[in-house]
């Protein structure tokens, strides 16, 4: 199966920085999502990117569809408590149902 | 309305016993997913359905069959569990199919012995 790094692996920060975290692929996607998971749940889609170069907002959260089409970016600012979790990103090589899903970041925001 | 649920919440089960792990939606979504949850390797999808009647294999299909007899539900069958089969199961959903927008199940975690 496709092999999607996500990066870096876990994230310790203090309330209010801004976070970056990435994911790269050795294959072409066509679309990229990115997924937040709270502890016991199943993961809730946060940003949707269909097009090389994109780059869309959900409130603080920020991500774009890297130019090659190999990676995508999200950026998270002003951090909160709540923003605690696991972030998935996930990608779509054509237009079927296999979406490929990277190994999470997990982000602890401490007060 | 409830959305996607799951059950069992988690499961403890015998190396070769037979297990059901049951999706219910109340969305009338027409696509539904299986995916396993592994530390360090991401969710992989297990079997899909575009639609009531229809099923496919996703990444990761040996071990497991499903069925999808109707729009809401969708169970997913290990006939004879091993080890390797310990995991977090998610069930999710999409109005059509092939969509991004997958409204995810809250899991069930199953240990194998």
């Known amino acids: 199966g496709q092999q999607l790094n996500q990066s870096p692996q876990s994230m310790f920060i203090q309330e209010g920085e801004d976070v970056s975290m990435n994911c790269t692929s050795s294959s072409i996607f066509n679309t990229w999502l990115w997924y937040k998971q709270d502890p016991g749940e199943g993961p809730v889609l946060l940003i949707a990117?269909?097009?090389?170069?994109e780059l869309t907002s959900n409130g603080r959260l920020t991500a774009q569809f890297g130019i090659t089409r190999k990676d995508s970016f999200l950026n998270i600012s002003a951090s909160i408590p709540s923003d605690v979790g696991i972030y998935f990103c996930a990608g779509q090589l054509g237009t079927g149902n296999q979406f490929y899903f990277g190994t999470g970041t997990s982000l602890t925001v401490i007060p | 309305i409830a959305g996607i649920t799951q059950a069992p919440t988690s499961q403890i089960l015998a190396a070769g016993r037979r297990m059901t792990l049951r999706c219910t939606q109340d969305?009338?979504?027409?696509?539904m997913y299986w995916y396993r949850q592994d530390l360090g390797l991401g969710l992989r999808l297990i079997h899909y359905s575009n639609t009531a009647g229809t099923t496919g294999k996703g990444e990761v299909p040996d071990g497991y069959s499903v069925s999808r007899a109707n729009t809401d539900d969708f169970p997913l069958t290990l006939a004879s569990a091993v080890p390797s089969q310990t995991s977090v199961y998610f069930c999710?959903?999409?109005?059509?199919?092939?969509?991004?927008?997958?409204?995810f199940g809250p899991g069930t975690r199953l240990t194998v012995l």
């Open positions: 990117l269909y097009k090389a170069g």
């Open positions: 969305m009338r979504h027409n696509a």
């Open positions: 999710a959903s999409s109005e059509v199919a092939a969509s991004n927008e997958q409204f």
